[in-house]
């Protein structure tokens, strides 16, 4: 669980660095991507480490090694958990987003932004101010799975 958690982090560093820094200098689609697929790895991770807790709680047996099944399980294990099912379903946009056609515009300016269509044709155009939304919610979602895990730590 901790090792899940301290490898979320680390991605979290990653992407805090594309974003400042990276993409600030080259404002290119392509870092785009690369933060997108960054902060997917940090969300998974995250889940990872709630998943681990939730088999140390025995609330679950077994850990599946699908994404999208991790997902459905901790939807069933915590379904009254709102900010984490929003979470996961922010996660699963994020990997269709990831996965989608995508065409670039204004590239190497201010308004660099990256237009996919995911889901029967939803055009979703992810611009920088868009991916600072992104990145300020999976850095709440990590604050969450540090609350949620510490605060069972607490307990015993």
Known sequence: MK?????????????????????????TVDVIKHVIERLINCIGFGL?????????KKLITSIPTNAGLRC???????PDNLELIDSIN?????RKLSKAEYAKREEFRRH???????????????SIDVLK???EKTRNFIAFVKRTINEEKEEH
Do not use: N, P
């Open 90 to 94: 922010f996660y699963l946009r994020l």
């Open 112 to 126: 660099v932004t990256m237009i996919a269509t995911i889901d029967k044709g939803e055009v979703v155009e992810v």
């Open 48 to 56: 990872e480490a709630l998943l681990k807790h939730a088999k140390e």
């Open 3 to 27: 090792e899940s958690f301290d490898e979320a982090i680390q991605e979290l560093k990653r992407v805090d660095h594309l974003f400042w820094v990276s993409l600030k200098y080259t404002r």
């Open 133 to 135: 939304e992104y990145y």
């Open 72 to 78: 459905d399980l901790l939807k069933k294990t915590f």
